[in-house]
């Protein structure tokens, strides 16, 4: 039973707010909305919730847009124009989420507000890795975060039974799966460096889309072999578009962006991917940035719904920004050294090999670095089925580990992998003496290799050796990924269980 109050009371409010992690600015914007009086139970609260939410977004939008004429110099022109596309994506988010015409699970609607608060949060790193944190960065402060993290509190989100077909998370349609599956499929666009296609470059095609594309299906745009020395995006508005190329190592993108050469770590990927239910197969992308240069990614993906399939992803630090959203690889390669697989999405690897390869002198290898900040974010990465192995150039001295803690609630597993002699006993290192290690949620379900030995692992209290299948199935692509809900259309192959 609910506590008896007049709907319009600010005492009806509190009662509501105080069930939020941040009822100060719940109770304050609520009482200021003139529709408050609508709040007769749960969903009417969460509904308006979101509503605040997405009504502070468009403002901090606005004023963010301001304060382009007041930066000092390009790293915080680089910095301030991330958090513009950021609030802008932040927006589009919000209001997928309450669109009445979406249709969208509880799992959608939590899948959107998590990328909606990672957003933000991308927009203040960076400031901070460009060393500009200063001037405009405070300027940006606004109470859009908490109040996000608020509505990701109230949607609550029951445990997924989803299934998979074919060997992929059932969001993939069976159309998809063909495409997948298919030796060839057939292409909308082809794009040749020799000038026997339609187009000599990657980003033309992603441009003449619109122009060239009949419906909303699945568009193909068939990259034939050699070396793309380019920057490609493929925007929110270009949906339902797939990549193939003509195989790892043949079909190479490659660009060189850094932090250290001026590029945000967000902005420095060579491949953008932020339109839904995109594919890529049979194709590599590359950051020849350099150890030496920082943060340089190959491949960043805020695709809901993204499958990989057969592509290749090398880089140094940071090489696969697994950013926000809905996401899968499956016999995937991916070469890197610090944080290599990284970012604040719900993916599964599913019988990938990733490679540590050389890093700078005194540094160690940490596999994943996972960016979950708030306990109600649906995300987290798990490598499933695969290979944790050396890259020919890696000196046995150095150390790897399988991940440290980039945010607060960071949640990383490795189920049924091999693990080679590689790792080191400790498995997993501390971001800094502050991590938080009771929060974070690692775990590992049998595994197997040399360095898949369990008993010299850190002790920390979010680490754990998963004994139960059932907690391991938390993670697989059906539960973690909903993806039996859009993986088959992909006609990539996958599996739902372990």
């Excluded at 850094?258 to 967000?266: E, Y």
């Excluded at 991917?273 to 594919?279: H, L, T, V």
């Excluded at 929060?439 to 290799?449: M, S």
Aim: charged share 20%.
């Amino acid at each position: 039973m609910y506590p008896v109050f007049s709907y319009d009371t600010p005492e009806y409010i509190k009662h509501w707010c105080s069930q939020t992690p941040n009822p100060q600015p719940c109770e304050y914007f609520m009482t200021q909305n003139p529709n408050s009086h609508v709040i007769k139970g749960e969903k009417d609260f969460q509904k308006l919730s979101i509503q605040i939410a997405l009504d502070r977004a468009i403002r901090a939008k606005t004023h963010t847009l301001s304060l382009g004429p007041k930066c000092r110099d390009e790293r915080e022109k680089a910095a301030w124009a991330d958090c513009l596309e950021l609030y802008e994506d932040t927006i589009l988010q919000l209001n997928r989420t309450i669109d009445p015409y979406n249709g969208c699970t509880n799992f959608d609607q939590q899948t959107w507000l998590s990328a909606a608060l990672t957003n933000l949060e991308t927009c203040q790193t960076g400031f901070m890795e460009l060393g500009v944190t200063d001037f405009i960065l405070p300027l940006l402060s606004n109470n859009v975060s908490k109040l996000i993290c608020n509505t990701l509190a109230i949607n609550k989100l029951p445990p997924s039974e989803e299934k998979y077909k074919d060997g992929f998370p059932a969001w993939t349609t069976a159309g998809d799966r063909k495409l997948l599956q298919s030796s060839s499929p057939a292409a909308d666009l082809v794009v040749a460096q020799d000038g026997s296609g339609d187009f000599k470059t990657i980003k033309e095609a992603v441009d003449a889309v619109s122009s060239r594309r009949k419906g909303s299906g699945r568009f193909v745009i068939y990259v034939k072999g050699g070396t793309y020395k380019e920057n490609v995006e493929v925007g929110k508005n270009v949906k339902n578009i797939m990549f193939r190329g003509d195989g790892i190592g043949k079909t190479i993108v490659t660009g060189s962006r850094s932090v250290k050469g001026g590029s945000t770590t967000f902005n420095s990927a060579t491949v953008v991917i932020s339109g839904e239910r995109f594919i890529a197969r049979d194709m590599t992308f590359v950051n020849s940035a350099g150890p030496s240069n920082g943060q340089a990614v190959a491949l960043r993906s805020g695709a809901d719904l993204s499958v990989f399939y057969r592509c290749s992803f090398r880089a140094y630090q940071d090489t696969l920004y697994v950013h926000s959203q809905r996401q899968f690889y499956k016999e995937c390669d991916i070469y890197g050294t610090v944080d290599f697989i990284f970012g604040n999405a719900a993916v599964v690897f599913q019988n990938c090999d990733i490679y540590a390869r050389r890093p700078n002198s005194g540094q160690s290898i940490t596999i994943t670095a996972q960016g979950r900040s708030d306990p109600n974010q649906n995300t987290g990465i798990s490598i499933h089925n695969s290979r944790v192995l050396a890259d020919s150039d890696l000196p046995t001295s150095v150390k790897t580990y399988l991940g440290r803690p980039w945010r607060e609630y960071s949640r990383t597993v490795f189920l049924q992998t091999f693990l080679d002699s590689l790792v080191n006993p400790a498995g997993w290192l501390e971001w800094d003496s502050e991590s938080s290690l009771s929060r974070l949620y690692y775990g590992e379900y049998k595994n197997t290799g040399p360095g898949s030995s369990t008993s010299n692992r850190v002790k920390w209290g979010g680490y754990r050796v998963i004994t139960s299948a059932t907690e391991a199935a938390r993670f697989n692509v059906a539960n973690f990924i909903a993806g039996n809900s859009w993986l088959p259309s992909t006609n990539v192959p996958f599996t739902l269980g372990l």
